[in-house]
């Protein structure tokens, strides 16, 4: 019965810790919501710290050396940003009203946050900033050289 | 449950609840910190587009300083290179732009430049360390008001690469040091631009 106990919270313990580990990084989150006609409505969220590592799991690895090789010129760049955005964790970086469009992008608590609206649809996206740096650092590295 | 179990489910207690409460406590940290004046030292260029036309566009954007400066050199499109913009009309006509900036640079304040016409008055002046052009277009139906107010400092430094091209992180820089000022301003009856420089992280209007 101790045994067994014991083996629990072994269990349990691991399953907390890693839970806050994986939630304390943040979450990856993407809602689009359509309202016309049948609209879709896609919502994805996923823990930040797994990202990096899901990416060469989840991702066919042709695929994942077209994706390095595409976006290698702009990895650095995009690199760049994100590591000096996490130094503005509170920001109001664009906001543009274009009659019923509307797009803001702004970092909170060390996200960056992108929210799209148009009469139909809108779109909102939450990143971690260190994933983003994360990624675009590990997709930098990959890349072949030029 | 044994005493040594016991003390060990204390330690996983503790462990968890730091990891879960250590972004609560950032969290708190940041919203407490944060306010319309940015940290000490830190400097925002603003954009600002405002139409009054039917559809009222509007277009903010506040974009720190240092991130540009430490950004621009990882761009490499087009004529931009290393923070760096060929221009390659630094020669224009005949004019040497660099010959005419420096003698505009060691002359003492005054209005250099005044253009009277039907169509337009433009006017460009030094004053305080300042490089002013102003320019009144009377020609469109709706007249428009160019205003462009330039520390000389900066102008010094987008000019201080070598020739055709503009130093584009240099003048960043040296418009890091400058006090809050009003760059840009153009208005005319349907829109409002204004580029400026203060500490605060938002657009207050």
């Not at chain 2, 996983?12 to 708190?28: E, N, R, S």
Request: proline fraction near 4%; aromatic fraction near 6%; include cysteine.
């Amino acid at each position: 019965m101790v045994l067994l106990a014991k083996i629990a919270l072994g269990f349990g313990a691991t399953v907390v810790l890693a839970g806050a580990y994986t939630f304390r990084e943040g979450v990856l989150r993407v809602d689009v919501d359509e309202t016309h006609g049948r609209g879709q409505h896609v919502h994805v969220w996923v823990p930040a710290a797994i990202v990096p590592m899901a990416m060469h799991f989840v991702v066919p690895r042709g695929r994942m050396l077209e994706a390095e090789e595409r976006s290698a010129k702009f990895m650095p760049l995009v690199h760049a940003v994100a590591k000096e955005l996490q130094k503005y964790p509170e920001a109001e970086l664009v906001e543009v009203h274009d009659g019923p469009q509307y797009i803001r992008v702004r970092t909170h608590n060390g996200n960056l946050l992108i929210d799209a609206e148009e009469p139909g649809q809108t779109v909102h996206v939450s990143c971690p900033l260190a994933t983003i740096d994360d990624v675009s650092r590990e997709l930098a590295t990959l890349a072949p050289a030029s | 449950m044994t005493s040594r179990t016991r003390h060990f489910f204390h330690v996983i207690a503790f462990l968890a609840a730091a990891f879960l409460y250590a972004p609560l406590g950032t969290q708190a940290q940041t919203s407490s910190a944060q306010s319309s004046t940015s940290a000490h030292g830190e400097r925002w260029l603003h954009v600002r587009v405002i139409s009054t036309n039917s559809k009222g566009e509007t277009v903010r954007v506040n974009v720190p300083l240092e991130l540009a400066e430490k950004v621009l050199p990882a761009i490499d499109h087009d004529r931009l290179h290393n923070g760096k913009v060929r221009v390659g009309c630094m020669d224009c006509d005949g004019v040497d732009v660099r010959t005419v900036f420096e003698a505009v640079r060691s002359s003492k304040d005054g209005e250099f430049v005044t253009v009277q016409s039907n169509d337009a008055d433009v006017s460009v002046m030094k004053k305080e360390g300042m490089l002013f052009v102003h320019v009144h277009d009377k020609n469109k139906p709706k007249h428009s008001q160019v205003e462009v107010k330039v520390p000389m400092k900066v102008v010094e430094a987008l000019l201080s690469g070598s020739k055709d091209e503009l130093d584009i992180v240099a003048g960043l820089h040296a418009l890091a040091g400058q006090g809050d000022v009003e760059l840009v301003s153009v208005k005319d009856d349907e829109n409002t631009i204004r580029v400026w420089l203060d500490s605060k992280n938002v657009t207050t209007d």
